[in-house]
């Protein structure tokens, strides 16, 4: 049941793969207020940001992203070996060299014969109501890039940049640098990496648990008082007599029915 449970998890992960992909890695709060941006270089890197980062970009990323980057890639998690999937979700390693050499593709879709296609559905529906979101958002990160470009260049040097992107070369370079990061050649490179950082899950798992090994085991049920209970209970929206395990409880929600 541990093995099945562990490649069922691999599965997920390479239906959520490309959603994380998608998202920006959380950055840490500044320590420091930003100070005023001076006008005049505001208004000399909003020419800047219009080249660098035009109206529709989120849009363009995320539709190339789809097809180039996000497909190919859950399709390479798809394509290792049980065995490898099974000592990421922690079975040991002469447990793992036991299994079957078949790949995880084949283990899903005896599961679920559509996962695939399920999956990838899945994905373009997220994209399609991720555009509105995104089209949304666009207007305050070209904001946000503006005022980032005023504190990182002099007004002189914005201007300098703007002469460069009216250029044929630097226009083309402008519209085109984002974009570069969805570039066939880049994805490839990528996709190829994939397989080796799956491989190495397995040692960042046991440096994670030998990181943590001094730290106390978390509480369970059990071990809460009535008003941590209550507490709990409250925030998922349920009564604390419904509160589970999740290690006793395996095919059911944490928080119960």
């Keep these: 049941m541990r093995i099945a449970r562990s490649i069922l998890a691999a ?32 208004a000399a890197a909003q ?14 990323m995320m539709r190339e992203t789809l097809d180039k980057l996000m497909v190919p890639m859950m399709d390479s998690v798809l394509e290792m070996p049980v065995s490898t999937i099974a000592a990421i979700g922690g079975l040991d390693e002469e447990q793992a060299a036991t299994l079957d050499q078949g790949t995880l593709a084949e283990v899903m879709a005896i599961y679920d014969p559509h996962f695939r296609e399920r999956t990838q559905r899945g994905m373009q529906a997220m994209m399609t109501g991720m555009n509105g979101l995104m089209a949304k958002m666009e207007p305050r990160v070209r904001n946000g890039l503006a005022r980032a470009y005023a504190r990182k260049f002099t007004a002189a040097q914005l201007d300098e940049l703007s002469r460069f992107f009216a250029t044929p070369t630097g226009g083309l370079y402008a519209s085109e640098s984002l974009m570069l990061f969805v570039d066939p050649e880049l994805v490839t490179e990528m996709q190829a990496f994939v397989p080796e950082l799956m491989e190495q899950m397995p040692a960042f798992v046991k440096a994670m648990e030998a990181a943590t090994a001094d730290l106390p085991r978390p509480r369970k049920i059990e071990d809460l008082s009535a008003a941590e209970r209550t507490k709990l209970a409250r925030l998922l929206g349920v009564k604390p007599g419904d509160l589970r395990e999740p290690e006793e409880t395996p095919n059911e929600d944490v928080i119960g029915d």
């Design 47 to 60: 020419p800047v940001i219009d080249k660098l980062f035009p109206v529709g970009t989120y849009q363009r």
């Design 11 to 42: 599965g997920m992960m390479a239906a959520a793969m490309p959603v994380a992909a998608q998202q920006s890695a959380a950055s840490a709060v500044a320590a420091e207020a930003p100070t005023a941006v001076e006008p005049a270089r505001l």
